[in-house]
């Protein structure tokens, strides 16, 4: 589970006294058990899904980040949230191409808009961006 693998490289980035990395893990760490805590609520578990999500989230926050300091012209902050980025990256699955969601698309009998939707939701989530999909969806 990407949780554990989280937890171990946390432990790794400690004992090798990288703080760029450690401070990352932190934050990670304390995202996923804030949303074990709201999954627990509901009598559920945290998710790979769930993880991916959290993942993807941090990664925007992250961007944002790095642009402010970009126009600050703050060249430390720059080169060290840029390594978070591809840290957290490197914890998301490979996302799915637009050849690989059209060919998903055309496999499907109902090739309806919720129907579509719905079969992605279902199977693919956090290997596809919703957005693309739809969009290539109209585009047919």
Request: aromatic share 4%; hydrophobic share 40%.
């Amino acid at each position: 589970m990407i949780y554990d693998e989280i937890k171990k490289a946390n432990i790794l980035a400690m004992k090798q006294k990288d703080s760029v990395a450690h401070t990352l893990y932190s934050v990670l760490l304390n995202k996923f058990m804030l949303e074990q805590i709201k999954k627990r609520e509901k009598n559920e578990e945290l998710t790979d899904i769930d993880a991916v999500q959290i993942l993807q989230k941090s990664v925007k926050e992250l961007t944002e980040e790095l642009e402010n300091y970009k126009k600050v012209n703050n060249a430390n902050e720059v080169t060290n949230i840029t390594r978070q980025i591809e840290i957290v990256k490197s914890y998301l699955p490979q996302m799915m191409s637009a050849d690989e969601i059209r060919s998903v698309i055309m496999s499907l009998d109902d090739k309806s808009v919720p129907a579509v939707m719905k079969h992605f939701k279902a199977n693919f989530q956090g290997k596809c961006d919703m957005r693309q999909v739809s969009e290539i969806l109209k585009s047919m």
